[in-house]
């Protein structure tokens, strides 16, 4: 069983809508990830939090707001989408620190936008 | 920057055979990490086996085993008595530590798509 948890499994969205996909982790975890990935191809890499700051950007659009309100919650807010943007969002987490790293993912979140 | 190259787009095995799946890499890195992770149709990604570059042992975990040739950049997978469940693709995948070890990067392949036929 994934220990890192994803909420909602599925959303549809407007283009003019404001939604949020959230996500946890009770591991003990100081680095959380957002990745997008599009049908028949691998995870792409969005943004990196680590120790609740945000680490790394990967030039992702504005409309794509990231949240990290402690060390167990990762938050996208999602405003103004595009068709395009309709995907599947995982979450993972990993341990800081020098040894024995591994990123664990959870099951996603799709996203439709209408 | 590291590729992750998996040159099989598609395989299929019988059930109960092995089956290698293939990936290679590039890096000017000499401290990472090398995955392999299993998606089945439900999305989830799931971790299937993890080798650390500094190991020369390869990794083995029940029935998936990896042959790591470090000089060669390559990294393969063998999944033996394969089952119905091992259906899925399947994504090598690069590991870098950044910051000074508070995160980590992960570069995948294109995925290679494994078909277990009854």
């Known amino acids: 069983d994934t220990e890192v948890t994803q909420t909602p499994k599925h959303l549809v969205m407007g283009m003019t809508n404001k939604k949020s996909l959230k996500c946890e982790q009770h591991?003990?975890?100081?680095?959380m990830y957002w990745y997008k990935q599009k049908a028949k191809k691998p995870p792409e890499l969005m943004f990196v939090?680590?120790?609740?700051?945000?680490?790394i950007n990967e030039s992702v659009p504005s409309r794509f707001s990231p949240e990290c309100p402690n060390s167990s919650l990762l938050n996208l807010h999602l405003h103004a989408l595009q068709p395009e943007d309709s995907a599947l969002y995982l979450c993972?987490?990993?341990?800081?620190?020098?040894?024995?790293?591994?990123?664990?993912f959870g099951e996603g979140s799709w996203l439709t936008v209408v | 920057a590291q590729t992750v190259t998996q040159s099989q787009p598609e395989m299929s095995v019988q059930e109960a055979e092995t089956v290698t799946l293939s990936c290679t890499y590039d890096?000017?890195?000499?401290?990472?990490?090398l995955f392999w992770y299993k998606q089945p149709p439900s999305r989830q990604m799931i971790l299937v086996i993890r080798?650390?570059?500094?190991?020369?042992q390869n990794a083995t975990e029940n029935r998936f085993s990896v042959n790591f040739q470090k000089a060669a950049k390559s990294f393969s997978l063998k999944i033996s008595d394969s089952q119905l469940g091992d259906t899925a693709m399947y994504f090598c995948?690069?590991?870098?530590?950044?910051?000074?070890?508070?995160?980590?990067?992960?570069?995948f392949g294109k995925g290679t798509l494994l078909t277990v036929n009854p």
């Open positions: 993972a987490s990993s341990r800081t620190g020098q040894t024995g790293n591994t990123i664990y």
């Open positions: 591991m003990g975890h100081r680095a």
């Open positions: 939090y680590s120790y609740e700051k945000l680490s």
């Open positions: 890096t000017s890195e000499n401290n990472y990490y």
């Open positions: 080798q650390e570059a500094y190991k020369q």
């Open positions: 995948a690069f590991m870098k530590q950044l910051g000074g070890g508070s995160n980590y990067k992960l570069t």
